[in-house]
């Protein structure tokens, strides 16, 4: 197996454009929406698709991205049910990269060899798991990094230079920069700081490095796209979910297409090499 | 650690103790946590540091808090000589003060200018609001809706004492969501901001230093019970949410083998019915709130609600010093349900004209357990670690008696 998040950022390098990275809640509003939603995500413009695996105590996470996940407890998700819809995701596409992202006590319940077994089998490609620092490697990023699926660490404003070394350590796939101090969804940090700090994490990395937390508007994007590698959002789209429960995909594609021509509009425009 | 000469040296420098402990939080906060466990260091070394703890807790919060014989419990369970360690006597009527002094005096020794804090029953949010008054410093309280609801008397003291109470109205809206709610506004004010935790819970360092802090309980123990009786206690009972009264108490006496340790859960309506916060008896180990220990949880790994009569107890976890102490046996766990602690409650208070908590009213209830079968010069100390003034109106109406 090709590593597909490799791939992907190699291709949008060559393209010299940003990418898009879409964070969606598996199984909200109900599994069936969230199967729809998932599986037009590619052509409404996604790059790489973050599927979050919910839990009922999503401490990092803003209120929109907290009731996204009540909404899919509810609705009956579980674990082996988002692994079970990355295996049929990856049954009609084996290009886009997709990264679950959480908390680790899920995958701990599970167990975490069945975890990465299962994993593996169904096409995940990273992980982001929020409440594993570096501390912890051993718990689940150097096991996972073993199977072959990639450990994709965040970075925030107060991961210092003395402290970004351990956080690189055993990182891979990508870097996530958050672009605050806070929760996600709640606002986004100014563009010239925010290329600042990206500057800084690029003198000890070579890693891609995509921006997230509280990008909500294309031209958020756009204006993020202009020095990341790639933007993400996440609490705008579950946002939409909640908007149009009964018409969730349809919503979150329209909102994907807007947000993917921000991006495009970013670095004059380059695309495809005709710059 | 070296667990072959003492059980109490823990946690080791990743504040792990065995397997349960450690510091699962988000790469924001690791810095703070790894600033705080640095400046906690250097404070225990510092005599100047624990002079000025061991002052306030004198002429501030009362301490030492008495051991007082209890007479007529005791005659009426014919059994144990009965103790009880008065902390609900402690300035702001419970064990909560002693952890709340030790940690403001960190942070002012840190130079953070703001507090926040968690609170179920409102007694740690009370003890922080109470610190953060003496200190001029403000304070943000957060607290689940439906804590809030049960426990009126202590929103209106906090904010008489000039916190601000922020009603959380995420999850389940008890204790477990006002933590989320607290550590994501730590998250959103890194620079200025100390957060109190409440219990021996939470990332590396919190479980230790708030031991450290509630260690005094247990300390004074073994004096007052010398002193009393010429010898160390028997047996030392506690009852246990997050842990801290029963981790105060017990510490001390981990490494006297002859001490028997008995931790008392909240057995709400029953272990069976599923409806309690018995974490240590029906749990199993998960991660939250930054550390493995044992939690509520269903198969897919999410926290179960808990429920007690008590919103102290009603936590759906434990701190990992006690899953550790649990699953080498060094601590005994067990769980008494809601109506015994009812009942506990009421006796304490016509027998003995103390008004206990809901919350050592557990571990009263498991002593009447006990005790009928222990020898007469068995000695027997529970703490009671709270008043139960706070409780009459939810006592009033499990009584059904409307005020």
Request: aromatic share 6%.
């Amino acid at each position: 197996m090709s590593n597909r998040i490799d791939a992907r950022f190699r291709r949008l390098a060559e393209e010299r454009r940003a990418g898009l990275v879409t964070f969606v809640t598996a199984g909200d509003p109900n599994p069936a929406e969230s199967r729809r939603i998932l599986a037009d995500l590619p052509r409404a413009g996604a790059d790489v698709i973050e599927l979050g695996m919910p839990f009922s105590d999503p401490m990092a996470d803003g209120p929109a991205i907290q009731k996204s996940s009540l909404r899919a407890l509810k609705a009956g998700q579980t674990l082996a049910e988002t692994l079970a819809m990355v295996a049929e995701f990856r049954s009609g596409d084996d290009a886009t990269p997709i990264v679950l992202m959480g908390y680790y006590n899920p995958i701990f319940s599970y167990g975490v060899d069945r975890f990465l077994e299962d994993a593996t089998g169904a096409g995940v490609d990273g992980l982001i798991v929020v409440d594993l620092p570096p501390e912890a490697d051993s718990e689940l990023c150097l096991p996972a990094r073993a199977c072959g699926i990639d450990f994709i660490r965040l970075a925030t404003p107060t991961t210092d230079d003395r402290r970004l070394p351990s956080v690189l350590r055993n990182a891979s796939g990508f870097l996530y920069y958050v672009s605050i101090t806070g929760i996600t969804g709640t606002r986004v940090g100014e563009s010239d700081v925010v290329a600042g700090a990206l500057a800084r994490i690029r003198a000890h990395t070579t890693l891609p490095i995509a921006v997230g937390f509280g990008i909500r508007s294309p031209e958020q994007a756009s204006r993020i796209a202009e020095t990341a590698d790639a933007v993400v959002v996440g609490s705008a789209l579950v946002g939409a979910v909640e908007q149009a429960p009964g018409n969730a995909a349809a919503a979150v594609s329209e909102l994907v297409e807007e947000l993917k021509a921000g991006v495009l509009s970013a670095r004059g425009g380059a695309r495809g090499g005709r710059a | 650690m070296d667990q072959s000469n003492t059980l109490r040296s823990g946690p080791d420098e990743d504040g792990h103790f065995g397997t349960y402990g450690g510091r699962f939080v988000a790469e924001t906060l690791m810095p703070l946590i790894l600033d705080l466990e640095e400046h906690y260091a250097a404070a225990s070394r510092d005599e100047a540091f624990w002079s000025e703890f061991n002052d306030l807790l004198k002429h501030y919060v009362g301490r030492p808090s008495p051991l007082t014989f209890a007479p007529r419990i005791t005659e009426r369970f014919g059994g144990a000589k009965i103790y009880f360690k008065r902390d609900e006597l402690n300035h702001t009527g419970a064990h909560k003060i002693n952890n709340c002094i030790g940690q403001i005096l960190l942070a002012r020794r840190m130079k953070k200018t703001r507090i926040i804090a968690e609170t179920g029953a409102g007694q740690h949010g009370v003890a922080t609001a109470t610190v953060c008054a003496r200190f001029g410093m403000p304070c943000t309280v957060y607290m689940g809706e439906t804590d809030i609801e049960r426990q009126q008397p202590n929103v209106f003291r906090m904010r008489l004492l000039g916190a601000e109470v922020r009603p959380v109205s995420s999850g389940t809206r008890t204790l477990k969501d006002a933590m989320n709610e607290a550590l994501r506004d730590w998250v959103a004010n890194v620079e200025d901001t100390f957060y109190i935790i409440g219990t021996v819970a939470g990332p590396h360092p919190y479980p230790a230093l708030v031991r450290d802090f509630q260690a005094v309980i247990g300390n004074e123990v073994r004096e007052q019970i010398v002193e009393a009786e010429g010898r160390l206690p028997d047996t030392l009972v506690a009852c246990i949410g997050g842990g801290s009264n029963a981790m105060g108490l017990f510490h001390p006496f981990l490494d006297d083998p002859d001490v028997r340790l008995v931790g008392v859960e909240a057995g709400g309506e029953g272990v069976e019915t599923g409806r309690h916060a018995a974490s240590l008896t029906a749990g199993r180990p998960g991660v939250l709130h930054g550390n493995r220990t044992y939690l509520l949880q269903n198969d897919d790994g999410q926290i179960n609600d808990a429920h007690s009569i008590s919103a102290g107890l009603d936590y759906p976890g434990i701190g990992p010093e006690h899953a550790w102490l649990h699953d080498v046996g060094r601590v005994e766990y067990v769980s008494v349900t809601d109506t015994e602690a009812l009942a506990a409650f009421q006796l304490c208070t016509e027998l003995e004209g103390i008004l206990p908590a809901l919350e050592p009213s557990h571990a009263l209830a498991h002593v009447a357990k006990i005790a009928p079968d222990l020898p007469a010069d068995h000695l027997l100390v529970m703490n009671l670690c709270g008043r139960g003034d706070k409780d009459v109106f939810s006592v009033a109406e499990a009584l059904g008696v409307e005020l």
